[in-house]
């Protein structure tokens, strides 16, 4: 058990429950024969194989106690309405058919069965009935798509799982295993696309080896119904092609991306487009040419257009010679815009305003433009939440987003509704996660962080899932339904990300991790070339107190979200305590709703932190006689270094703040075990996931 199965273990179900299965299995019975078709057949038989010791039958015509896979082309006659299933959805119905009890998975196309199936076995991994089955599901979001940062030279910027799962070195020649292994684990959860490389891209992914690449895991994705995207650099016309300039206007540039385009779309039929970080953290973009976002993503658009594809344009950017509250920056470039974007652009915007902290209230872009649909960017991998030692499930932090009203068209205006179109009748419509896989054994960089991908693609298919049954399937999955596991299980992971802001920036500070890799606590370090990659640009503190204000009296970037909201972060009275020192800067003693001061408050969290998470490791020690050996000792050890390092965060925190302020810690309260300059001393330059 090395993790490498992820939620698809089909482990054996025991003798009732394999007997259950069975006779809901008895048989396979489909006529299509596509690669998409045989995918889902194998799958059903892998699965079903193992977790009851029988292999079902395959059979054309269902048959008593069959899994029928029908789709109109395959099976004209299916006694289940597949409207409003679209091309992904399906229908899952326990029928009697002449007089035989059959379970039918019914959908528009061949896809849609492999989600289906993928959903049958969810119920059947996790012990729920198999009986009296009406199902009917479909995507609420259009493009549901993994974001790889992956470098061409196999390293993974953020990533903390290992190199690249891509062996560009190798292809397209070698196409290894876990290609496919991937294609499977990712359609089980919906994902329909994939974007291969890094935001921060290299020109030569668009060159003629590189596509060819691309084409073959392309060739491999295909079946299992998820596309390939790529990212693009800004300059390639003139790093690869020699053009004098990239400036987006200029006939030339778009000559150039005309034929680039068309040339993968010849060797990548069903290509689903580029994704853009433009002008952003030194990348390269049209406004080096006094362009503007819009015109850079129109000009690719008009590329990809004729062959169905799409632009994705990241909304993440600040500029350096920008004086303004970094938060404010997105919103200052890309309001001005909407409207002007062509018809098969969306605007890729992260959750929050900085980037990817343990919690930042939602990104004031959502519900600021209407008018240009907006894609959720989503960070999976844990750059800013213990990358991969800590456990800190990331299904609350989703939803927390996704459920956030934005009062744009009124109250019920929630960002799910912006991204799954129906706010604003959009019908390009798209999510994105940075994905958290790389080639370690476990995929991830522990077992648990198997969880986000997984509740990352749950929630793009369905946002109104809650975080706590998805992470219900996954632990059921992942270990076993035994609801002895399950319940404490699901416990520890859903106060997990809770925990980490506790020990990490609690009542809504952000961005203190140390430079660079973005790991441990760094609140003191202030001499970085720009001011917002400091720390003490993020939470202020002098003597009087701490907080960034965003009020009028500050950036006023409050003003960035519907009056309704504006109104209510103007008073700290009226903010919510967990984005307090986000939006405010206040006095040391300032009164919390507790009754407790501000210090004392911010100290208590931490200790909260700290414990949330030796609570974990006892309930993971009482689990020991549940789990087998290997994965028990990877969190056990996992949780030793978590616990070790919340303390860190929580030392080296209280250390600096109090070195500002002087006061002294609450009554019971620890002091840190190390002066200031022990925690200032400690460095580890050779983090992962850095480049
Ligand atoms: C930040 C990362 C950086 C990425 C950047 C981005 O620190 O490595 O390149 O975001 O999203 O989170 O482009």
Same mark, same amino acid.
């Given at each position: 058990e090395d993790g490498y199965d992820l939620w698809l273990r089909y482990a054996p179900a025991g003798q009732a429950r394999g007997t259950d299965i069975s006779a809901h299995a008895r048989a396979i019975s489909a006529q299509g024969d596509s690669a998409t078709m045989a995918s889902a057949k194998q799958e059903l038989q892998r699965a079903v194989t193992s977790m009851t010791g029988h292999a079902p039958a395959l059979t054309t015509e269902p048959t008593a106690g069959s899994l029928w896979l029908a789709t109109p082309g395959s099976a004209p006659a299916i006694p289940v309405s597949l409207k409003g299933l679209g091309a992904e959805g399906y229908a899952i119905r326990s029928i009697d058919h002449a007089g035989q009890p059959i379970t039918l998975i019914a959908a528009n196309s061949d896809i849609g069965i492999l989600h289906g199936i993928f959903h049958w076995l969810r119920l059947a991994q996790t012990g729920a009935?198999?009986?009296g089955l009406d199902i009917r599901s479909a995507p609420r979001i259009g493009l549901r798509l993994l974001n790889h940062w992956d470098n061409l030279d196999g390293t993974v910027e953020r990533g903390y799982a290992g190199q690249s799962i891509w062996d560009w070195w190798r292809l397209p020649d070698y196409k290894g295993p876990r290609y496919t292994d991937y294609a499977r684990a990712n359609a089980s959860i919906g994902i329909n696309g994939t974007?291969?490389?890094?935001?921060? $891209?290299? $020109?030569?992914?668009?060159s003629a080896p590189y596509i060819a690449k691309a084409a073959a895991l392309a060739d491999i994705f295909r079946p299992y119904g998820i596309k390939v995207y790529l990212s693009v650099k800004w300059t390639a016309p003139m790093e690869l092609d020699g053009l004098k300039t990239a400036d987006p206007l200029d006939p030339k540039v778009a000559a150039w991306w005309k034929a680039k385009t068309d040339e993968i779309y010849r060797a990548i039929p069903d290509f689903g487009g580029f994704l853009v970080k433009a002008n952003s953290e030194g990348q390269p973009g049209p406004q080096d040419y006094q362009r503007t976002h819009a015109d850079g993503a129109n000009m690719l658009a008009a590329a990809v257009k004729l062959h169905g594809g799409i632009v994705m344009w990241r909304a993440f950017v600040y500029a350096h010679d920008n004086p303004d509250d970094r938060a404010k920056q997105a919103y200052d470039d890309f309001k001005p815009l909407?409207?002007?974007? $062509?018809?098969n652009v969306m605007v890729q915007v992260k959750n929050g305003a900085i980037d990817f902290q343990p919690r930042e209230p939602f990104h004031p872009l959502f519900g600021a433009m209407t008018k240009t649909p907006l894609m959720m960017e989503f960070q999976i991998t844990k750059e800013y939440l213990g990358q991969s030692t800590h456990l800190t499930y990331l299904g609350p932090l989703f939803k927390e987003t996704l459920d956030a009203d934005t009062y744009a068209k009124g109250k019920g205006s929630t960002i799910a509704k912006i991204i799954d179109g129906s706010l604003d009748g959009h019908r390009l419509t798209g999510i994105a996660g940075v994905a958290n896989i790389g080639i370690d054994r476990d995929w991830s960089g522990s077992i648990f962080n198997q969880a986000d991908w997984y509740a990352f693609g749950r929630l793009a298919w369905n946002p109104d899932l809650s975080a706590e049954a998805i992470a219900r399937e996954w632990t059921a999955m992942t270990f076993s339904p035994d609801p002895r596991l399950i319940d404490p299980v699901v416990a520890m992971m859903m106060g997990s990300r809770e925990a980490a802001v506790d020990y990490m920036t609690p009542l809504g500070l952000a961005h203190l991790m140390a430079t660079g890799h973005h790991y441990g606590p760094a609140p003191w370090v202030s001499e970085l070339a720009r001011p917002e990659w400091n720390p003490v640009y993020y939470h202020k503190a002098d003597a009087d107190g701490i907080g960034f204000d965003r009020t009028k009296s500050g950036s006023?970037?409050?003003?960035?979200?519907a009056p309704a909201i504006a109104r209510r972060l103007a008073d700290p009275a009226t903010t919510p305590e967990s984005e307090l020192l986000w939006f405010h800067h206040l006095p040391w003693d300032y009164r919390l709703k507790s009754g407790e001061t501000l210090w004392d408050g911010l100290v208590h969290r931490y200790d909260r932190g700290v414990a949330y998470v030796a609570g974990m490791q006892r309930t993971w020690e009482s689990l020991r006689p549940l789990v087998d050996p290997e994965r028990f000792a990877q969190t056990e050890a996992f949780l030793a270094i978590q616990h070790r390092e919340a303390q860190w965060w929580r030392d080296a925190s209280i250390a600096y703040f109090q070195s500002i302020n002087h006061l002294p810690l609450p009554e019971g309260a620890q002091a840190p075990a190390h002066d200031l300059n022990w925690y200032k001393a400690r460095s580890f330059p050779y983090a992962p996931g850095h480049n």
């Open positions: 009935s198999l009986d974007v291969l490389n890094n935001v921060n $891209a290299k $020109a030569e992914s668009l909407d409207g002007k974007f $062509a018809d006023n970037a409050i003003s960035q979200y």
